[in-house]
């Protein structure tokens, strides 16, 4: 029991430290996403709570008997367990696409304000290389008047 309660300590520890990580290395802009998707994760074990209380009350097995008869008295409760396996795999991939998704926008950000530093830059070095060919010019020009 000892063995249990510490390795559940431990995935927990885990757990926090990776979800710190990720919302420590997203952007501001990204936070709402990454809320959003570990409230998903939340709804997910509420729903895993839910179904070892539920099955802890025998109410799978009552369900089963009663519909199924004595002989399939854990049918009920073998096809919850295997929905319950395909939600969490489905919410694996889910964190799986988001984070991916999360990563590439961050990437497309960052080139996007790449790009806008350097048209600036490029955008201000016309400016000014037009302005002083400007200035030479004129100063030619009234040289040549006088």
């Given at each position: 029991v000892l063995g249990v309660v510490l390795v559940l300590i431990l995935l927990t520890i885990a757990f926090e430290s990776i979800k710190e990580s990720i919302e420590e290395s997203v952007d501001r802009s990204?936070?709402?996403?990454?809320?959003?998707?570990?409230?998903?994760?939340?709804?997910?074990?509420f729903l895993s709570v839910f179904t070892l209380v539920v099955t802890k009350a025998g109410v799978?097995?009552?369900?089963?008997?009663?519909?199924?008869?004595?002989?399939?008295?854990?049918?009920?409760?073998?096809?919850f367990e295997m929905v319950h396996y395909a939600l969490f795999f489905v919410m694996v991939a889910f964190v799986c696409q988001v984070l991916l998704l999360v990563r590439q926008a961050m990437q497309m950000e960052a080139h996007w304000c790449r790009l806008d530093r350097i048209t600036s830059?490029?955008?201000?070095?016309?400016?000014?290389?037009?302005?002083s060919n400007t200035l030479t010019f004129t100063k030619t020009k009234t040289k040549t008047k006088t």
């Open positions: 990204m936070l709402p996403i990454i809320e959003s998707l570990f409230g998903e994760m939340t709804v997910l074990g799978f097995e009552t369900i089963s008997v009663h519909f199924f008869g004595k002989e399939e008295h854990q049918l009920v409760l073998e096809l830059y490029s955008h201000a070095i016309n400016t000014s290389t037009t302005h």
